[in-house]
């Protein structure tokens, strides 16, 4: 099955604020960045509460700085990848609407009930793809990057085009899926006669 260059991937679908935070939670850690980001801080807080006692004149048990820490480094990632996304999602209106995306090589056409757009493919860095959805990145923040559930496809021709447009223009290495692997042509070898 062979798909043209010229075709186009329409969806539409909103957000869950579940399904938000599970794509943010997927890309932290699929992000050196994030999570350099996030370990480089919690390295130093450490730091600073392990030496703020003795600055102060008394010294911590070995067990309250190690609980110290613990429950530094919990509240750092709860806040970071639970707490801060769950509130840019429920603060942002963009993620009540309902999201009509269609997908070509010339670039994406972004429509909600507010706002309208078209958006070139050169704007998107990187890839990253779950079981569940498509990460486009175009920056490094946690909120830079655009999520497309593979829910809102229609149907495994949809999903395949979908890569194939992918592969064109943000990422040639985006690996083959089952569906593709599945409709690719077989390779034609002459059989060896030795």
């Keep these: 099955m062979s798909h043209s260059a010229n075709e186009a991937v329409q969806l539409s ?3 869950s604020e579940e399904e938000y935070l599970a794509a943010i939670r997927f ?3 699929h992000s050196k960045t994030l999570l350099g980001r996030a370990i480089l801080t919690y390295v130093l807080f450490s730091v600073a509460l392990v030496l703020l006692p003795l600055a102060m004149g008394f010294s911590l048990p070995v067990w309250a700085n190690l609980a110290l820490v613990g429950i ?3 509240a750092l990632f709860h806040g970071y990848v639970v707490d801060r ?3 840019y999602f429920q603060g942002d209106p963009k993620f009540r609407d309902d999201y009509y995306l269609t997908f070509t090589d010339a670039g994406i056409e972004f429509h909600t009930q507010n706002m ?3 958006t070139a493919w050169n704007f998107y860095s ?3 793809e779950s079981d569940s959805f498509y990460i486009l990145i175009y920056g490094e923040n946690i909120h830079s990057l655009s999520i497309v559930p593979k829910r809102a496809f229609q149907s495994s021709n949809q999903d395949i085009t979908f890569r194939q447009i992918l592969r064109r223009n943000v990422d040639p290495t985006l690996k083959l899926s089952t569906g593709e692997r599945d409709h690719a042509p077989q390779r034609l070898e ?3 006669w030795r």
């Design 85 to 87: 996304p769950r509130t």
């Design 126 to 128: 990187s890839v990253v």
């Design 72 to 74: 530094a480094g919990v």
């Design 116 to 118: 309208s757009s078209m």
């Design 27 to 29: 890309y932290f850690w």
């Design 190 to 192: 002459s059989p060896d």
């Design 13 to 15: 679908f909103r957000y």
